[in-house]
């Protein structure tokens, strides 16, 4: 029964060592040289960093949220069908 306690306690301590990391990491806004941000194109769950109502990384609710955004290299942006290099509080669709 030890053993079983051990085990549930060790596992706990290990998400949440690795939740708290996780985040510490995703809330530092790192981006590489020669990047942008790209507003309106992140899928949900997969944008780079906070959003306005957001308050971490991975947190977009739905895909081509205008306030989340992604990496990408410079110049690509505006060439990606509803990319915006600001906020915005709507994204743009093309016809």
Known sequence: MKNKDMIIKSAI???????????AMAAKEVAMPDTEKCYGIAKVGTNDCATATQSCAGSATKDKQADAFLFVPKGLCEKISGGMLKPGSETKTSS
């Open 13 to 23: 301590a290990a998400f949440l060592a690795f939740a708290t990391t996780s985040n």
